[in-house]
């Protein structure tokens, strides 16, 4: 399916039906209220805290002028309805993470995290200054979006089992959460794969409905609980090396900001991202240290085993390359990738593994 036949056959109706649906905009003494559904409950460590950031850095740049009036799943729509929310005008904007919406459209699954793609920093390099952000722009003018990543997870873990993976034959059957294009992968490794909204995890863990999961990250997942039902947590996952949250806005509301609101939500949301993922980076491994003194066995997967993933995800992004907007943005995010670590390799990369070897760590 091409971007046109796309449009034509869009569930959402294109952005005519969007406009004559748009809620009318909050006014109040020259003030301005964005309502903003998001993906997760309040609290949950990370995801609620990339959103909060925005909300006040966006009160504070603004002196009050422009405010964001969150809303968490169950308030106004569910956590994986906030995409059809504001592309319909039901509601300003969101905050959540685009791969939930690869059904939608494949290429949403760029603006997260694919497998064995880029880091948090590598995401930031294609997206400010190898084309992502106008691609982002692109894929929004199908859905009547102005996009914009506001945060940040960093690296996400493996995951949490009841039993290790010692082949990936162990994923065969596998009762498993993973949302995005990584869970594609491990359905072609034979596990049963859902995505189900962060605040309905713990349940669905604890009563049997999934045998494992992934959810963020050692920060994230103490805050959720998971150790208290699962025992096995492994480190280092393939499916979101650096995962961008997304904070995209109604284009008609966008269009409808004065250039100095619309520069305060960009700027904003960039100051999230740096500020929300150096919080989350320099809590993880205290995180994961109390994780370990309550029982958790920390491993990581076997060489194998990423070889397995590895097949898998080529075959998976090869699968959607019949889009000619998921091929462009592949296209696009391979380029600045290659180009971007090139050097990354030659210097963070091999000083780090230089500075374990010297220093041990
Ligand atoms: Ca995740």
């Keep these: 399916m091409d971007r046109r036949s796309f449009l034509k056959t869009s569930a959402f109706g294109g952005t005519a039906a969007a406009a004559t649906t748009l809620a009318a905009p909050a006014y109040a003494q020259g003030k301005r209220t964005l309502t903003m559904v998001q993906s997760w409950p309040r609290g949950f460590a990370v ?6 950031y925005m909300e006040k850095m966006v009160a504070d740049m603004s002196d009050g002028t422009l405010t964001i009036d969150k809303k968490a799943p169950g308030e106004l729509v569910g956590a994986l309805e906030v995409f059809d929310a504001v ?3 039901q509601a300003d904007m969101y905050h959540s993470a685009d791969y939930y919406f690869i059904g939608q459209h494949p290429a ?3 603006f997260t995290a694919v497998p064995f793609g880029g880091t948090a920093q590598e995401l930031t390099n294609w997206y400010y200054h190898g084309g992502g952000e106008q691609l982002h722009d692109e894929l929004g003018q199908i859905f009547n979006l102005k996009g914009l ?3 940040n997870s960093g690296s996400q873990s493996g995951g949490w089992f009841r039993k290790e993976i010692n082949s990936a034959d162990d994923f065969n059957g596998l009762k498993f959460r993973m949302p995005g294009l990584g869970g594609k992968v491990l359905g072609k490794l034979g596990a049963s794969v859902q995505n189900i909204p962060g605040g309905e995890l713990y349940q669905a863990l604890s009563s049997g409905a999934l045998d494992g999961l ?4 050692p920060m994230a997942d103490e805050r959720a609980g998971f150790q208290e039902v699962a025992k096995i947590y492994y480190a280092a996952g393939f499916h979101e090396p650096g995962s961008g949250l997304a904070s995209s ?3 008609d509301v966008w269009n409808d900001l004065s250039g100095q609101h619309q520069a305060i939500l960009r700027n904003a949301s960039m100051a999230t991202t740096h500020i929300q993922l150096s919080e989350t980076l320099s809590n993880n491994g205290a995180a994961l240290a109390r994780l370990q003194a309550q029982g958790v066995k920390v491993l990581q997967f076997s060489d194998d085993v990423w070889d397995a993933f590895g097949a898998a995800s080529a075959e998976v992004m090869d699968e959607n390359m019949g889009d000619s907007l998921f091929a462009d943005v592949r296209a696009s995010f391979e ?7 090139s050097w990354i390799n030659k210097s963070d990369g091999y000083y780090v593994s230089q500075r ?4 041990g760590g």
Excluded: F, P, Q, T
């Excluded at 995801?47 to 909060?52: G, K, N, P």
């Excluded at 380029?335 to 670590?341: E, F, K, L, N, Q």
């Excluded at 374990?356 to 220093?359: A, D, E, I, T, Y």
């Design 108 to 110: 949403y699954a760029y």
């Design 335 to 341: 380029a600045s990738m290659a180009a971007s670590s």
């Design 149 to 151: 990543l506001a945060g």
């Design 87 to 89: 592309s319909s005008g």
């Design 249 to 251: 806005v109604n284009l």
């Design 47 to 52: 995801l609620d805290d990339a959103a909060s």
């Design 214 to 217: 992934e959810w963020v990250g």
């Design 356 to 359: 374990n070897r010297v220093l």
